[in-house]
């Protein structure tokens, strides 16, 4: 009897392995449904992804109920919306196939599952997006396999139209398997950030989620950057960094903005080496006028990065000077030798100091918008408003799990 449960395991261990090659699989998708006329495969290939035409109904809502939101130990819900390429424009008619484990870890099936589709087990679902982009997931939180060290995660296969189906996975970052997951394999961050951020309704996880098409996903067939670059895309994370503070709640430190004030909305204003000061003093009185209106909904961060004739005391000196004659309340000036500079972790930010300015909008840590060389008008100010109020959170008010 025990060699027979044994060789059971076994037999589910080797499921589970074949079940979750997403991101490290070249093999080419088997699809029946149309194909770009590309010669390479967009997105390098996705093991498993061609189950997703497996049992797929033929009419797909915009959102999905899994069993497993009544069947699990952990009910979990992941929403948001799905963009182009430029991270802005709703995409519609984007189909996304999901699978992950049980509460055991395991991928496993029942009667109800296809037997083309059993390696994917039971927690397995469609979505498709409406005009707006809009989709919503309502399922549990996945195990991680047993006895490994790979962390909680749930597989994407994303097909838009005219395009192969191609792979995203998705993590947890409450998870203590993520950080050395991470570390090892690195963030590939497939069509947006790969991380998932839980807040709590009473027993309910709820992560927002955006797709952006094309994000990172390799061969993909999106038009060729022409306008001025500046700043890391819409939708991956605003990355963690150590400025100096000379003025504002932090003043004296290098609080990492997004790490101490990642929660809600978070602003951050980047100038290099070309600095139009009366503009800078603009675009300050407003973004505090409007962190003054959002309360602690909003954090605005002003970041110099001039790279000629840096003097640290002076850099300080001179934004203590400007904050104190502007009144400023609530905006935090800081500063960093250059936007190069790896000790402060500046250049993981990719700022062009060539432009006059970047405005980073990220929420819950992730870049949700961005403009680039935009002067202090009024009709300016109405966008950076209007991308706030379009973006603010129904799930500001909720709780985050308690993690390291």
């Known amino acids: 009897m025990n060699y027979l449960i044994n060789f059971l395991y076994v037999l589910l261990v080797l499921n589970i392995i074949t079940s979750c090659n997403g991101q490290t699989k070249s093999k080419q998708p088997i699809s029946n449904q149309p194909q770009s006329i590309a010669a390479k495969a967009v997105g390098g290939g996705c093991e498993g992804c061609e189950l997703m035409y497996v049992g797929m109904p033929e009419n797909i809502s915009t959102e999905h ?25 709703p995409a519609s008619n984007v189909i996304v196939y999901y699978w992950h484990t049980d509460d055991n870890g395991l991928y496993a099936a029942d009667s109800s599952t296809p037997a083309k589709a059993k390696e994917h087990g039971k927690l397995r ?189 002076a850099r300080q000196t001179a934004l203590e000077k400007i904050g104190v004659a502007l009144g400023l309340q609530k905006v935090a000036l800081t500063f960093v030798p250059s936007f190069t500079d790896t000790e402060s972790e500046a250049n993981l930010n990719k700022i062009n100091a060539e432009v006059e300015n970047t405005f980073i909008i990220y929420r819950h840590r992730t870049i949700i918008d961005k403009f680039i060389n935009i002067k202090p008008t009024k009709d300016n100010f109405d966008k950076i408003s209007d991308a706030l109020n379009k973006t603010k959170s129904e799930y500001f008010n909720f709780s985050e799990p308690k993690h390291e």
């Not at 979505?127 to 939180?141: A, L, M, P």
């Not at 002003?302 to 003097?311: C, K, L, P, Q, R």
């Open 65 to 89: 109920t899994s069993i497993g939101w009544n069947e699990g130990k952990q009910k979990l819900i992941i929403t948001g919306k799905i963009f182009k390429v430029d991270g802005k424009t």
């Open 125 to 313: 679902g469609w979505i498709k997006t409406d005009e707006n982009g809009n989709y919503k997931i309502k399922t549990s939180r996945p195990a991680a396999y047993p006895n490994q060290n790979i962390p909680q995660h749930i597989h994407l296969s994303i097909k838009e139209p005219n395009i192969n189906e191609y792979y995203a996975d998705l993590y947890f970052d409450d998870d203590p398997l993520y950080l050395n997951h991470k570390k090892r394999y690195g963030k590939l961050d497939r069509a947006g950030t790969e991380i998932l951020r839980i807040v709590l309704d009473d027993n309910i996880q709820i992560a927002e989620h955006n797709i952006v098409l094309g994000l990172n996903i390799p061969d993909y067939p999106a038009k060729k950057e022409t306008a001025t670059q500046s700043g890391l895309n819409i939708g991956e994370d605003q990355p963690s960094f150590m400025p100096f503070h000379a003025f504002g709640p932090d003043k004296g430190t290098r609080t990492c903005p997004v790490c101490k004030y990642g929660r809600y909305h978070g602003i951050v204003y980047f100038v290099g080496n070309k600095p139009n000061w009366e503009e800078i003093k603009q675009w300050l009185k407003y973004l505090d006028n409007e962190s003054l209106k959002r309360e602690k909904y909003l954090k605005a961060y002003f970041v110099y990065g001039n790279a000629y004739d840096y003097n640290k005391q």
